[in-house]
């Protein structure tokens, strides 16, 4: 029988014990092409060397990461990795010290275990929906990390004001509803000139799909989806593939740049919508004023 906390949260009465991988030095071969995104070429194999050695952590489980990436263990922590390396650069275009960082929908510490490998002096938060994933982070990536659950009722459990950097990888393309109430959350913990790095699929992006996108098949077996969808114009804010059940965290959400830029810029300054960065999603930059 579910519980009340399963209406607005996932796997409350989890306990299984993990398995993890090896930390990431084990699966690097510098020889092996598309291991390096576009963001990391710049950089040197001794660099890219450098980052995965630091990093000691143990990488997840295929499954305790959702999928992603599939047996591509490597290039799951990379992709993380360039979340960081952007995430560095636009902090210090927006002349931001990180002291502090959010990871908001931390899953299983896709990104925020690269700040507690490479950035020992930041001060570190990661929450998520999913129980499950906060025990992985509290469990691998600790002390480093202060790993919390929140629910789909926007509250985050953090001071007014304490956080230098929020981000938020592709959380809002879940988020159906609330999706303003979350952003005043994010406005209200973070500093006065502090910013959030959040990615969304827009309509622009989204007319892009194709079946080699993580979401395409979620979206294209939804029932509302027909063929001509990805060519229609949006007459609303967002577009939603919801399924229909009795838990949180069951959409595919499709927002409008104007909404970026009407309403939730009233709520925090978007600085900038980054188109396909680094690739699935837009990444909108925004700001406290």
Sequence with gaps: MQTWESYISLNNDDTSDFEVLPAPSHFYNPNQPNQVGETLRP????????????????????????????????????????DLINLQEIAHAANVTLSSYLDFGCASGRVVRHLAAQLPDVDLYACDINYAHVRWVSQFLG??????????????????????????????THIESFDTAWL????????????AYVTIV???????????????????????????????????DKLVF??????????????TTAY?????????????IRRRFPRY?????????
Aim: glycine letters at 4%; charged letters at 25%.
């Design 43 to 82: 950089l040197s194999n001794e660099d890219i060397s450098e980052y995965a050695n630091r990093d000691r952590f143990p990488l997840p489980l295929t499954t305790d990461r959702e999928g992603y990436h599939g047996e591509r263990h490597f290039e799951y922590w990379l992709s993380g990795l360039t």
């Design 143 to 172: 002390p480093r990390v202060t790993a919390f659950q929140n629910t789909s009722v926007p509250y985050l459990s953090l001071p007014d004001a304490s956080i230098d950097a929020i981000g938020a990888f592709s959380v809002f």
């Design 184 to 195: 005043m959350e994010m406005r209200r913990i973070l500093k006065p000139g502090g910013i």
């Design 202 to 236: 827009s309509e622009e992006t989204f007319k892009m799909l194709d079946e080699t996108w993580p979401m395409y098949e979620a979206v294209t077996r939804h029932p509302a989806f027909e063929e001509d969808t990805l060519l229609k114009s949006f007459s609303d």
């Design 242 to 255: 919801r399924w229909h059940n009795d838990r949180s965290y069951a959409s595919n959400v499709i927002y």
């Design 260 to 272: 970026i830029e009407t309403v939730w810029s009233s709520i925090l300054r978007v600085e900038e």
């Design 281 to 289: 999603q837009d990444a909108v930059i925004m700001r406290k004023d």
